[in-house]
Structure formats: structure tokens, C-alpha cells
């Protein structure tokens, strides 16, 4: 399975130390050189930015469409633009990106997509995480990510779990 991911979902889970959900769930990621970048670089001491340098199962490639990513870019940060242009030269089976205009771009181009939420459920099902509750709670109370209320509270109650804390 070729899964591409954008900065969002690697930055997020490291937050809340489950980054190694990804290479357990699909093996090996591609990012694309700007996403590394902004996570070593720009991140460097950030969580995660000490992972993704070591990480073995993450494989960094450029997205070769310099065309399509400048495109991209008059809508998107340059993270999401090259790891949508990345997915869409590798044919991917996954994209994973969690910023709601990357994510309806990606669509448009008929990519397959999936957000860090996505991610939660799939690790739940394959017994990688016994509950999503305290890892969303983690994420919005740490990491500062931003979920309605109502996604929130459907998220927990499809996977059998309570939203009352």
C-alpha cells in the first residue's frame, strides 16, 4: 500500500506519542521533501522532528510536477500542495491530510484521502489503541487540534464510546 502523508497527521500523533500507529498501520510512508522539511527543519524541536530523522519506515521523495505544485500553492500551504502533487504522481492508495481545503482539493483530483481522525478509528479496529476518547482529548487539550463538537461526540458514539468525560 503506498500511503502519502502530509505534515499534520505525523506532527499531530507524535504530540501525543503515537506516531508509531503510522508504520504499524501502513507499513511505509512517502513524504514529500517540504513536509520533511517542515517538520526537521522549521520543527526541529518540535515533537516528532527527532522521530522522522530516524524514522526507517518513512521514505522521502519530490514531487517532480513543479507546475502542478506551484498551482497548488495559490490554495495550500507548500506541504499539502507537494504531498497532494506527490500522491497524485504515485497513485497513491491513501493521502493523508487533515486541512479541510487540502483535503476538498485532494478530493477533486479524485485522491483517496483520510484525516488523523481516520487513522484513530482504523488503529482502534486492528487493536493497535484500546480507545479513541483519550487520544482526541489529548489531541485537542495538547495539540491543539481542532474538532466540532458534534464530530466529536459521532466519532465516539460509532465506536461505542462515551463523549461525557
Known amino acids: 500500500m503506498i500511503v502519502v502523508s502530509d505534515t499534520s497527521p505525523i506532527i499531530n500523533l507524535a504530540i501525543i506519542g503515537k506516531l508509531d500507529l503510522l508504520p504499524d498501520l501502513f507499513g511505509k510512508i512517502v513524504i514529500p521533501q517540504k513536509v520533511f522539511d517542515e517538520i526537521t527543519i522549521q520543527g526541529a524541536d518540535m515533537p516528532g522532528a527527532d522521530e522522522l530523522r530516524a524514522a526507517t519506515w518513512v521514505e522521502v521523495k519530490n514531487c517532480t510536477n513543479i507546475g502542478l505544485i506551484q498551482a497548488l500553492q495559490l490554495q495550500v500551504d507548500p506541504g499539502e500542495a507537494e504531498a497532494i502533487g506527490l500522491a497524485m504522481e504515485m497513485n497513491v492508495q491513501m493521502l493523508l ?23 484513530l478509528k ?11 476518547k483519550p487520544l482526541l482529548d489529548q489531541l485537542i487539550h495538547i495539540a491543539g487540534f481542532r474538532i466540532a463538537k458534534e464530530l466529536y461526540k459521532e466519532i465516539l458514539e460509532s465506536e461505542g464510546e462515551h463523549s461525557q468525560s
Open 122 to 132: 482504523i488503529a482502534k479496529k486492528k487493536n493497535l489503541i484500546q480507545q479513541i
Open 97 to 119: 491530510i487533515d486541512e479541510r481545503i487540502g483535503r476538498q482539493l485532494a478530493k477533486e483530483f479524485q485522491l483517496p484521502i483520510m484525516g488523523l481522525l481516520g487513522v
